[in-house]
């Protein structure tokens, strides 16, 4: 019994330079070995790299399995939702914690090439159709979803903050309305981010206007834990001291 292999969903590469093929060897074995062993899963966080670099373990516990981190550096909802299936649906989580989406926006900074440079409207109705998608498969599964809002930014060395960050506030609208349609918990990161604009990423929240340092984590650690409290879900809880 200990020779005999479960049956695993791989993606596979997609077959070009993309950030989600960087973990997907360690991904593929790491569900694998869940699988294997019959590890109850009480959470899958996936996104994109403020979801990777979020020491996951040091804020949350599970409540009765473990907590698995599934973000990639880089990643876009398109590549998410590919890899939905391998790396949350087939683990069956109690609770899957989506956050994706500010990667989709770098293609406003090419304007110059228009092979690459797509508009605000097109790029935020590519997010919102992506996790739409993923929130449905999820929730025909039962498994909770707690969709949470694109973070805000104030990045200084682009021009393109402003349209982004207004790109971002739509995007984030139509998504706690796609929370809303699929019986879904909407975590509004952004709302507890923002300076007194409402749209930018405050100030000592992050070193390069993007990527949260530990007060942002913190302050995004308490707004989820205060959403999914206020929502009866108790699958994570946190770290204890």
């Not at 500010?102 to 797509?118: G, H, I």
């Not at 975590?187 to 409402?198: R, S």
Request: a negative charge; hydrophobic letters at 45%; proline letters at 5%.
């Amino acid at each position: 019994m200990d020779l005999v292999r479960p049956s695993v969903t791989r993606p596979g590469m997609f077959g070009q330079e993309v950030a989600a093929d960087s973990r997907r060897s360690v991904f593929d074995a790491h569900n694998e070995a869940l699988l294997a062993q019959g590890i109850p899963i009480d959470a899958v966080f996936i996104g994109d790299s403020i979801t990777d670099m979020w020491a996951l373990n040091a804020f949350f516990e599970g409540t009765s399995g473990l907590i698995a981190n599934r973000g990639i550096g880089g990643d876009s909802t398109p590549f998410v939702r590919r890899r939905f299936h391998a790396d949350v649906l087939q683990l069956q989580p109690r609770i899957v914690v989506i956050e994706i989406g500010v990667n989709n926006t770098w293609d406003l900074d090419t304007p110059w090439d228009r092979s690459v440079y797509r508009p605000p409207d097109e790029i935020e109705d590519e997010i919102v159709g992506d996790v739409d998608a993923m929130v449905v498969s999820a929730r025909e599964r039962g498994i909770v979803v707690a969709l949470c809002s694109i973070l805000p930014t104030d990045i200084p060395f682009v021009g393109t903050t402003g349209v982004r960050n207004e790109l971002i506030l739509r995007a984030n609208n139509r998504l706690r309305d796609v929370a809303a349609r699929h019986a879904a918990n909407y975590v509004d990161y952004h709302a507890n981010l923002t300076a007194e604009d409402g749209v930018t990423l405050r100030a000592g929240l992050a070193e390069d206007g993007l990527h949260p340092h530990v007060v942002g984590y913190r302050i995004m650690a308490r707004t989820l834990l205060e959403a999914l409290s206020g929502a009866g879900i108790t699958f994570i809880k946190p770290r204890s001291a």
